[in-house]
């Protein structure tokens, strides 16, 4: 039994709900779900730990985030068991990616923020000089597809530039983050400082509602955001989104197309194509189509299968498969639901999925899926892949296969997203600015990005007098 975590301490409040493995379609656990009273109380701990969290030196802040770092390295083995029985994901990505980030996450932003110097200015006898002052309390919530990752990559820029936060989890991934309050707990974090709440989309609202809640960030779909948004300029809430994304892939005929195969495999099949940043639109050029098609069916039939985080959104995804059907598409690879003969047949699989021949107009190319399926379509110019992959309503991330030097540098400038990768995929550095552009998000996080979003500066100018000396 799941239970909030306020004031440094567990509250067991409010009904119950379950969270079911994905894999096998059990229920894996029961969560305490927050009420508006629960909600209040979170945010009321929360405020009251403010003014000596912020009142600490920069550098001991940080001296927090490596401690909460050590400790995530020693509940290691609690946090994969926790993200594998909610999400379903592989082992080898949990180890290797998921849980590995947040720990990365805190040393960074330590370090940037330790680091960061402040801006002074000289002008005909004045001294001008910034400080920073954090927002306040900040509403944190989470999605379900990098449960742990993306919390953490919100957490340590907010405590580490002196707010407390109330995190919100997604309702259907809630393990890690127990873990999580547990960690924070065993550390002697101040208690306030970081307060957890389980529950839905409405508690979410609750959060982003109260009015002792001075900025919100969110990562999850462009629906929900749009809805926060509109709460949020009731009061003028700053926020930052990172929302959806129908990413797309150019992969020009001077590629090295064992790369661009295995890169597109990457990045439209990962951990089930429930990543924001995945494609699920390829162009590609018309002298190598047929042959690029061809392999990836292949593949697509052989990468390892993951299941959609719930009943829900496996239906969904098929929905799209049996569109897609509707509107023309000729399916190279799956379509369909994969058969076991084992207890994942109660689970929530989808098959990998290819698709061509659709119109760019089409609701399959206009509207963000989340599953493992792309389209692909091929092109001729170079003119013509740039307008392609410009025309979705989204701007997230894209990515470019090419061997030509000038031609990667002159087309990556001209695609409408936030970040471009360049004969990769998913490759982070965590001091560079991440979010998109048009329907896929406001702002950027990322490196010194986050600090500016999670504090707001105050200029300070002071007239020098003349000395008679």
């Not at 047949?345 to 021949?357: K, N, Q, R």
Request: charged share 20%.
């Amino acid at each position: 039994m799941l239970t909030h975590f306020i004031g440094g301490e567990p509250v067991a409040a409010g009904k119950v709900f379950p969270v079911h493995d994905p894999v096998t379609g059990a229920v894996v656990r029961q969560v305490h779900e927050a009420d508006p009273e629960v909600v209040d109380r979170a945010v009321r701990a929360a405020r009251e730990a403010a003014r000596d969290w912020a009142g600490l030196p920069v550098g001991e802040r940080a001296g927090w985030m490596r401690r909460l770092a050590e400790g995530i390295e020693a509940r290691f083995d609690d946090l994969v068991a926790a993200e594998i029985a909610d999400t379903g994901k592989s082992f080898d990505q949990t180890r290797t990616l998921d849980i590995p980030r947040g720990i990365a996450n805190f040393r960074a932003f330590a370090e940037i923020a330790a680091q960061r110097p402040d801006d002074a200015f000289h002008l005909s006898g004045t001294l001008s000089y910034t400080v920073r002052r954090p927002l306040g309390v900040v509403g944190v919530i989470v999605p379900w597809n990098l449960p742990f990752l993306l919390m953490t990559w919100k957490l340590a820029p907010a405590l580490v530039s002196g707010n407390t936060v109330v995190v919100k989890p997604s309702e259907q991934t809630p393990g890690s983050a127990a873990v999580f309050a547990e960690i924070c707990a065993d550390t002697g974090l101040p208690p306030g400082v970081v307060n957890i709440i389980f529950g839905p989309g409405p508690v979410g609202q609750l959060l982003v509602e109260h009015p002792d809640v001075n900025g919100v960030t969110f990562t999850g779909s462009t629906k929900t955001g749009t809805a926060i948004m509109i709460t949020a300029a009731e009061r003028v809430k700053p926020i930052s989104f990172e929302l959806g994304g129908k990413n797309a892939g150019l992969i020009f005929e001077d590629c090295d197309l064992d790369r661009a195969v295995e890169g597109a495999v990457k990045s439209v099949f990962t951990n089930g194509g429930q990543v924001c940043l995945c494609t699920e639109r390829l162009y590609v050029q018309r002298s190598i189509f047929e042959e690029f098609c061809a392999r990836l069916a292949v593949r697509a039939q052989e990468v390892e299968l993951q299941p959609m985080i719930s009943a829900e959104h496996r239906d969904k995804v098929l929905s799209y498969y049996a569109l897609a059907r509707s509107e023309g598409a000729k399916v190279l690879a799956g379509g369909g639901v994969p058969l076991f003969g084992d207890h994942r047949d109660s689970g929530y699989f989808v098959e990998p999925t290819v698709v061509t021949g659709l119109s760019e107009w089409s609701r399959f190319n206009r509207e963000e899926i989340f599953g493992p399926v792309c389209h692909v379509a091929p092109f001729d110019s170079e003119a013509e892949a740039i307008d392609l992959a410009n025309s979705s309503d989204y701007g997230l991330a894209a990515t470019l296969w090419t061997t030509n030097l000038d031609r990667a540098h002159r087309v990556a400038q001209r695609l409408e997203a936030g970040l471009v990768w360049v004969n990769t995929w998913y490759l982070r550095d965590l001091r560079t600015p991440f979010g998109g552009v048009k329907l896929s998000g406001i702002g950027r996080e990322g490196g010194t990005r986050s600090l500016d979003f999670y504090s707001e500066p105050t200029t300070i100018t002071i007239k020098l007098e003349q000395s008679d000396a």
